[in-house]
């Protein structure tokens, strides 16, 4: 009897011991998924005009990693879309081409901390060929040469404006836009002789235009900040979604496109 009971105690003890070993993992294989779906679900993300061909690759490489995300982009002047939250339009990401509008939404409590992904810098972009042989930022006060700028409360406008500045020139343009991509659709269409934008949009232009430099002692650098809109109802995707590109994927799109890494 009493060898009985000792082995019945045992096989008890090696039950729990099993019981307990099963329980853990469960809890682990559970955890891994956890973290593995993070990104999932459907998100929006509003992001400056600039981003977009990075961005929209970007998209493209989380489609065959993370089968179960649903990306809804809108692309616009970092001002416009800054307004749109402050607005309550549902978004989950912002992403900005400058601090300043990014601090709004921080000092307003509307987004999380934010962090940095990406720079850029301005370049002047012109007709292929540079049929009215702009050499740099002088050129853009000459008489007659049809300038077109982004506008003024847009990163890009004020970047441009300090760029400007710097180089001592006064430039009336025909028009200010709304962001870059529609002051560089002003050049590709013929509409204008000339246009400051990022280096990323005349690369992104396709030989529909030409760029031309601005020395580093004139440009400015854009800094590009993202972060996760409070409002979101997908948090942990959101967040998720920020860290792969600030860290992940997104920075091979970022520099494939002509991005400069965030620090």
């Given at each position: 009897?009493?060898?009985?009971h000792?082995?019945?105690?045992?096989?008890?003890?090696?039950?729990?011991?099993?019981?307990?070993?099963?329980?853990?993992?469960?809890?682990?294989?559970?955890?891994?998924?956890?973290?593995?779906?993070?990104?999932?679900?459907?998100?929006?993300?509003?992001?400056?005009?600039?981003?977009?061909?990075?961005?929209?690759?970007?998209?493209?490489?989380?489609?065959?990693?993370?089968?179960?995300?649903?990306?809804?982009?809108?692309?616009?002047g970092?001002?416009?879309?800054?307004?749109?939250?402050q607005?309550?339009?549902?978004?989950?990401?912002?992403?900005?081409a400058?601090?300043?509008?990014?601090?709004?939404?921080?000092?307003?409590?509307?987004?999380?901390?934010p962090?940095?992904?990406?720079?850029?810098?301005?370049?002047?972009?012109?007709?292929?060929?540079?049929?009215?042989?702009?050499?740099?930022?002088?050129?853009?006060?000459?008489?007659?040469?049809?300038?077109?700028?982004?506008?003024?409360?847009?990163?890009?406008?004020?970047?441009?404006?300090?760029?400007?500045?710097?180089?001592?020139?006064?430039?009336?343009?025909?028009?200010?836009?709304?962001?870059?991509?529609?002051?560089?659709?002003?050049?590709?269409?013929?509409?204008?002789?000339?246009?400051?934008?990022?280096?990323?949009?005349?690369?992104?232009?396709?030989?529909?235009?030409?760029?031309v430099?601005?020395?580093?002692?004139?440009?400015?650098?854009?800094?590009?900040?993202?972060?996760?809109?409070?409002?979101?109802?997908?948090?942990?995707?959101?967040?998720?979604?920020?860290?792969?590109?600030?860290?992940?994927?997104?920075?091979?799109?970022?520099a494939?496109?002509?991005?400069?890494?965030?620090?």
């Amino acid at each position: 009897m009493a060898r009985r009971h000792k082995l019945t105690s045992v096989g008890v003890l090696v039950a729990v011991v099993l019981a307990g070993c099963g329980t853990s993992s469960t809890k682990t294989a559970a955890t891994t998924t956890t973290g593995a779906s993070r990104l999932t679900g459907s998100l929006t993300v509003l992001a400056a005009a600039s981003l977009t061909e990075s961005f929209n690759d970007e998209k493209t490489a989380l489609a065959t990693t993370h089968p179960g995300l649903r990306l809804t982009y809108s692309f616009a002047g970092t001002s416009a879309l800054v307004q749109q939250i402050q607005q309550g339009a549902p978004a989950d990401v912002f992403a900005s081409a400058d601090q300043k509008n990014m601090q709004t939404l921080v000092t307003a409590g509307l987004v999380e901390a934010p962090k940095t992904f990406a720079r850029n810098k301005l370049e002047i972009a012109v007709a292929p060929g540079n049929p009215k042989h702009i050499t740099g930022l002088a050129d853009l006060a000459q008489a007659g040469l049809r300038v077109v700028l982004v506008a003024p409360n847009v990163p890009a406008g004020t970047y441009s404006q300090q760029a400007l500045t710097t180089a001592g020139v006064t430039v009336k343009p025909k028009s200010q836009e709304l962001d870059v991509k529609s002051a560089l659709a002003k050049v590709t269409a013929g509409e204008a002789d000339a246009t400051i934008v990022y280096v990323t949009d005349v690369k992104a232009s396709a030989g529909k235009a030409d760029g031309v430099d601005i020395p580093d002692n004139q440009n400015v650098t854009a800094v590009y900040p993202i972060a996760v809109v409070k409002a979101s109802t997908h948090h942990d995707a959101a967040a998720a979604y920020v860290d792969e590109i600030v860290s992940g994927t997104g920075q091979k799109a970022l520099a494939d496109r002509g991005f400069l890494p965030p620090a």
